[in-house]
């Protein structure tokens, strides 16, 4: 049976109730240990899926979820500060109390039992400081279907899924090592505190997903705090995950529990979502982890800029493999390109800032930005398409007019 045959085998275990890693019964376990007192006190917030305001200038509403405005980041630092930094919810932010709230760290691949850890335990270990990329796997989907006219399915974002923010916090292999993990740990999978999610009529379980050990010990960080502040309510108070260069729902907000495991572990979100299905691909998908580069300019498709003056057209371009090395520009729907200049400082090489000078004739033009890493990854023409709309990385056409 091939690895990818057995993750779909799991996952109708799962939903039927044979696994041994988390069953229908654990959720009713967990459902009534949250009566038990000591346990977080996490309940739901009243007014709707998202805590912080969402003026319609710094984003687009999409259910539960919203999206940043490139022309918010116009002028903004490297840095996307916290009042216009997208937020994926698949339900709702939860309200975790700090004081109740700990990490359980527990699983086949510990040593010992079960290690919990409060938040001032976690503070006390040793931190870090880093620029990470937060980004949808879905970023960008919406233009399956605008620009290459397929029918997808999952929110229609443009491209504001994305975010770089200064996380602290205590790097993962910090508390794996305290906790005992043994050396047949094999996979780590965290879960999240909001509630869980229920699709077509099936109670999935809490938000979750594993990523492999490796990983946990190359560069996973267990962050307290966003761009200097404790974590906003929306980003995953009072600790989250973030695995740098994985797709968004790596990076589980509101961690509750933290699996170390001496199997593979499996979640709805790594067999049945996050995997591309599609004429392209075989029929069980390909699993996806890594990010792929991307382009925007920091204005709205369909905005207006003087005609027969100079505008400072600027934009970011990102990859999940390394620094950018040149990103070419076009004004001209694609004709003719020019290279743009990069600017700014580039902590942790997340993104690249850049600018090019334009002075637009009258009338309806279209924008293109393509970026390199120095790698030599770039962006083609056209994305492969796959029924989730995960991955968009094609030069995106941007409208606009000159009045
Ligand atoms: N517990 C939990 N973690 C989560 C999610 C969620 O709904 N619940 N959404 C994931 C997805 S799909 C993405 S893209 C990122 C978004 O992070 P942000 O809302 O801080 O921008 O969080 C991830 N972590
Ligand atoms: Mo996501």
């Keep these: 049976m091939s690895e990818s045959r057995y993750d779909i085998r799991r996952f109708h275990d799962f939903l039927a109730g044979r696994t041994r890693g988390f069953t229908r019964r654990d959720l009713l376990t967990i459902t009534a240990a949250a009566l038990l007192p000591g ?16 003026p319609p200038e710094l984003f ?21 500060p916290v009042d216009r930094f997208f937020v994926r919810n698949h339900t709702s932010t939860p309200a975790i109390d700090a004081d109740t709230w700990s990490l359980k760290v527990t699983g086949t691949g510990l040593r010992g039992g079960p290690v919990h ?10 931190s870090e400081t880093r620029a990470v990329a937060v980004e949808c796997a879905g970023n960008g989907r919406g233009y399956y279907t605008t620009q ?15 975010g770089v923010a200064r996380w ?4 993962l292999s910090t508390v794996l090592r305290h906790a005992g993990i043994s050396r047949a740990a094999v996979d780590v999978q965290p879960s999240g505190l909001d509630a869980n999610f229920v699709s077509g009529g099936v109670d999935l379980g809490p938000v979750r997903r ?25 980003h995953g108070f009072p600790v989250r995950v973030l695995v740098p260069g994985w797709i968004g729902i790596a990076s589980i907000k509101w961690v509750g529990t933290l699996e170390v495991s001496a199997e593979p572990l499996f979640s709805p979100w790594n067999t049945q979502f996050y995997r591309l299905f599609g004429p392209e691909f075989p029929a069980e998908g390909v699993p996806i982890d890594e990010q792929v580069v991307k382009s925007a300019f920091e204005l709205d ?10 505008t400072r057209l600027t934009g970011r371009s990102w990859s999940a493999h390394g620094p950018i090395r040149r990103v070419d520009v076009s004004t001209d729907g694609g004709a003719t390109w020019r290279r743009a200049r990069h600017y700014g400082d580039t902590p942790g090489g ?54």
């Design 39 to 54: 346990t977080p006190d996490v309940s739901t917030v009243a007014d709707g899926p998202i805590v912080k305001p969402l």
């Design 60 to 80: 687009r509403s999409l259910g539960t979820n919203a999206e940043t405005r490139w022309s918010a980041l116009k002028d903004q630092g490297y840095y996307v």
């Design 117 to 126: 850890y409060s938040l001032d335990d976690l503070r006390r270990f040793p």
């Design 148 to 162: 290459q006219g397929q029918t997808v399915s999952g929110t229609a974002w443009q491209l504001g899924a994305v």
């Design 168 to 171: 602290r916090g205590v790097r």
């Design 210 to 234: 594993p990523f492999p050990v490796a990983k946990a010990f190359d560069d996973v960080l267990l962050a307290y705090e966003m761009n200097g502040v404790p974590l906003p309510p929306d």
């Design 301 to 310: 498709p369909g905005a207006t800029v003087p005609a027969g003056t100079t």
């Design 350 to 403: 997340v993104w690249q800032r850049w600018e090019l000078d334009w002075k637009p004739a009258a009338g309806t033009h279209e924008l293109l930005a393509r970026a390199t890493d120095v790698h030599g990854n770039s962006q083609p023409d056209t994305a492969t398409y796959n029924t989730l709309g995960y991955l968009f990385d094609a030069v995106v056409r941007i409208p606009v007019t000159a009045a």
